[in-house]
């Protein structure tokens, strides 16, 4: 892949050759430019903003170098699917604000990255495909708006499994038709799951500070825990789905990902804001004020707090067994009380779970593409476009996926309301909320996710096991923590609580973080090499 720049001229696209993206792995690379960035959070940058060593306009041009050295050059992570033509304007606006004593809060002048199915002007909004290249929204999604009021740079867009990985049962994550296969910056052949792969991708490579990713049912916390990232799923609601490609109106939601806790929490107190216009399927008791995410993180946090610990994933994985025990063992060693669980109803709700987003994802997808006149106006629409387009689009899976929603009918059907109703119920009070309130917990605890696979182009994904399905559907909060890693690839400690326990969830997250240390920066290796 190749993106060029011109003097004087925006950003070309990126020229995709997705079948040599994963075979031409390079095996040496030079030291990326500024490497300070590889770690940076958001608190260092603010007082080197306001001490005046630097500035917004010289910290999005470093975002950039490092973006042109490493996603497109170097390791070629592929991970930034677009560049905004106007960052290093809007960065310095920002100077000139803070010049003039006008500062809008943590995040100004703070060069973020957004997944590419979030609208944000000037830029395509296209979730990966080639049929919504063109596709410009005249307006920005609700939280790119509470970003920019916030003083964010907003840096670029990232790649993505196409579609959010809901066009084919064989798809490969991280890869789709406009942006190519985004790369593992942790192992160059390994899987970036997805779908919200490159923003995954790109803030472990430290391309940027912090990066928002969507999820539907694992697309935050996999590639969060396999880039050794801090990935929130909030409860569904909490973060506005305005303006964001939809998949299911009753599981979607945007959140942070990032490279540390407080980060993430800083990132959740900007987008933290209730949407009047998108209301669908938001989980009832919200409370009438946002809570201080920044005051709960505290590395006492643990002490005395009750933890189930869950189980499901025991002898899958020797490495991640290892890992989760001594990550237990921290938890204890913080003062946390652990309870030996198991979820009843697991497992139970996967095929109403697959039905009912079929649903959803026609008839959001639908509105979606009316509301914001894209080039392509329908699901079927879109299938056929595909069809025309197989060489470019479909080279290596295609879109049973989008056929199946197809054939479902409106949202009025009994199947749809039935099939809703029993898996909400099955994940979420007699699933996640019945454990907590068996054994009097305060939380839950597992390993987010197998170790990162092989990536396969023809034959899909292949992961061992994954911990986030039960928060998904029940439409509750999760957090991903790096717990350790498997011959140098990241594992992640899931944390999931009930609806609405995000601050509590984020504290509980921050002392494991303080006391585990366990985030590597990425080296970018070809493969994984065993460790004597």
């Known amino acids: 892949m190749l993106r060029t720049l011109l003097p004087g001229m925006p950003v070309m696209r990126r020229i995709v050759l997705a079948a040599l993206a994963v075979l031409m792995l390079p095996v040496a690379h030079a030291e990326p430019p500024h490497p300070e960035l590889a770690e940076a959070d958001i608190a260092t940058l603010q007082q080197q903003l306001g001490d005046g060593s630097m500035s917004s306009v010289a910290l999005t041009q470093a975002y950039l170098d490092r973006i042109a050295a490493i996603d497109d050059a170097g390791p070629h992570l592929d991970a930034v699917i677009e560049l905004n033509p106007h960052a290093l304007a809007e960065a310095k606006r920002l100077d000139q604000e803070r010049r003039k004593g006008q500062l809008r ?46 003083g964010a740079v907003i840096l670029g867009k990232t790649n993505l499994s196409e579609w959010a990985n809901f066009r084919s049962t064989r798809s490969s994550s991280g890869w789709s038709s406009r942006g ?12 970036p799951c997805g779908s919200s792969a490159g923003t995954g991708s790109a803030i472990a490579a430290g391309l940027a500070t912090v990066g928002i990713g969507t999820e539907t049912d694992g697309s935050i916390i996999c590639p969060s825990a396999v880039a050794g990232l801090v990935g929130l799923k909030p409860t569904v609601g909490l973060v506005s789905r305005g303006g964001i490609i939809p998949i299911s109106a009753s599981q979607d939601t945007a959140g942070p990902m990032t490279r540390n806790v ?47 610990v869950l189980r499901d994933t025991d002898g899958r994985q020797p490495a991640v067994d ?58 079927a629409a879109l299938i056929q476009w595909n069809r025309v387009h ?27 309301l039935d099939a809703k109703a029993r898996i909400r119920r099955l994940a979420g009070k007699d699933g996640i909320q019945a454990t907590l309130d068996a054994h009097d917990l305060d939380v839950l605890v597992t390993p987010a996710m197998s170790p990162a696979w092989l990536t396969d182009l023809i034959n899909g994904d292949h992961f061992t096991f994954a911990g ?12 991903t923590v790096p717990m350790g890693d498997a011959q140098g690839l990241p594992l992640g400690l ?8 995000e601050a509590r969830l984020l504290g509980y997250g921050f002392a494991f973080e303080q006391a585990a240390q366990a985030r590597k920066t990425p080296t970018y290796p070809a493969s994984v090499t065993p460790r004597d």
Not at 265 to 272: F, P, R, T
Not at 331 to 339: E, N, P, S, T
């Open 468 to 479: 986030y399905g039960a928060a998904a559907v029940a439409g509750t909060p999760s957090l």
């Open 262 to 308: 407080r980060d993430a929490a800083l990132l959740l107190s900007v987008i933290d804001k209730r949407d009047a216009d998108d209301q669908a399927d938001a989980l009832p008791g919200r409370p009438e004020t946002s809570p201080d995410y920044i005051q709960t993180l505290r590395r006492d946090a643990l002490k005395g707090v009750r933890i189930g």
């Open 390 to 416: 197989t060489d470019k689009v479909m080279p290596w899976f295609g879109q049973e996926i989008f056929e199946a929603a197809e054939a479902k009918g409106p949202l009025t059907e009994r199947a749809y």
């Open 105 to 150: 809060g943590p995040l100004h002048g703070i060069p973020v990255l957004l997944k590419d199915n979030i609208d944000a002007v000037p830029m395509v909004n296209s979730a990966g495909s080639l049929a919504l290249a063109s596709h410009r929204p005249k307006t920005d999604a609700f939280l790119v708006r509470r970003l920019r009021d916030a």
């Open 180 to 191: 190519g296969q985004t790369r593992n910056p942790y192992a160059l052949d390994r899987s």
């Open 322 to 379: 290892a890992a989760y025990k001594r990550a237990l063992a921290t938890l204890k060693a913080q003062g946390a009380m652990l309870v030996g669980v198991e979820i009843a109803t697991a497992g139970q709700w996967d095929a109403d779970e697959y039905s009912v987003l079929l649903y959803e994802f026609k008839d959001g997808l639908n509105r979606y593409l009316r509301k914001r006149r894209a080039p392509v106006s329908s699901l």
């Open 494 to 501: 899931l944390f999931m609580g009930p609806a609405w326990s």
